[in-house]
Each structure stands twice: as C-alpha cells, then as structure tokens.
C-alpha cells in the first residue's frame, strides 16, 4: 500500500501552518511494515502538486493535514474522509483560478485533485482549528499541545485505514 501524507498550508502563519509543521516533524519516521509512506510539504499550491502526482505511480491514500480557519472551536481538531464530490464545473474553475493565483487552501486542492483525476478515491483530512493566525512561526502553545494526538491519527490511518 502507498500512501502519501501531505502538510498544506503556508509558513509563518502560527497555527495556519499545522501542516507544514507536522510534516516537518514526521519525516524520516518510522511506519507501519507493508507501508509504503512518503511525507511530503505541500505548501507550495495545487497546480504544482497536480504535476508531481502526475510524474509518479497512483498512490492508494492521501492524508491531508493542515490548520484551517473556519469559525469553529479554537484548537479543535475536525477529521473526515473526504467524499470526493465536486462542486459545479464554474466552482471548480474558481478554484484553479485561485490556486492559479497562488492561494494554498485544502479545500482548493481536493477539488483540484479530484477533478484532474490525481487523488486516490481513498483520501482523508485532518484539520485543527487555528488558536492563534498571525505572522509567526511556532505554533500557539494549545495547538502545540494536540501534536502528539495529531500524529497517533496520522499513523492509525496509514497503518490500519480508519482512526
């Protein structure tokens, strides 16, 4: 089984950069045997993820990580598996004119990467809500607190395929 987990966000946005923190953290990890994982930044935005999925044998997940601010609890954490249903084609073109444009949003990229046909049908989202969203680097001391949570998820949905 291959599996990819991708962090998405920008840096320097404090909690906005769970992703990318995460996947900082988890590279060069060990996983579970019989589990091919990569770890990869995927803050670099949805066109350029599209060409590099493009260049490499179909993964069987994908595991997206990222703080997501949308007017939730504060430092919840929200998992689910994403459906896979697209919006409406002028929806889906709104969505690669911003990824176009350079807007790094989760959401973007799972419209993206389904309708271009380079997401597994297997794909889930760890998202937490941000504490704290300014320009910065660490991670508020709450959010900081949920990592080693957030990693047990990520390796209970590499290894056994539901957390």
């Known amino acids: 089984m291959r599996v990819l987990v991708g ?3 920008y840096r320097y946005q404090r909690d906005l950069s769970l992703g990318l ?3 900082d953290r988890l590279k060069g990890a060990a996983w579970p045997a019989g589990v091919q994982v990569e770890v990869e ?3 670099y935005g949805p066109i350029g993820i599209l060409h590099a999925l493009g260049e490499r044998p179909a993964y069987d997940r994908i595991v997206l990580v990222s703080g997501v601010d949308r007017e939730r609890r504060p430092g919840g954490i929200y998992q689910y598996a994403w459906s896979t249903a ?4 002028e929806e889906v073109q709104e969505r690669v004119t911003e990824a176009a444009s350079g ?4 959401d973007n990229l799972l419209v993206i990467g389904t309708y271009f046909k380079r997401f597994p049908a297997d794909v889930d989202v760890i998202e937490v809500e941000p504490v704290e969203s300014s320009w910065g680097e660490p991670l508020s001391e709450a959010v900081e607190a949920l990592v080693p949570d957030l990693i047990a998820r990520l390796r209970r949905l590499v290894g056994q395929g539901e957390a």
């Not at 697209?86 to 084609?89: A, F, I, K, Q, V």
């Not at 807007?103 to 989760?106: G, L, N, S």
């Open 7 to 9: 962090g998405v966000g």
């Open 21 to 23: 923190v995460l996947v």
């Open 41 to 43: 930044d995927w803050g």
């Open 86 to 89: 697209l919006p409406s084609d």
């Open 103 to 106: 807007v790094i949003h989760v």
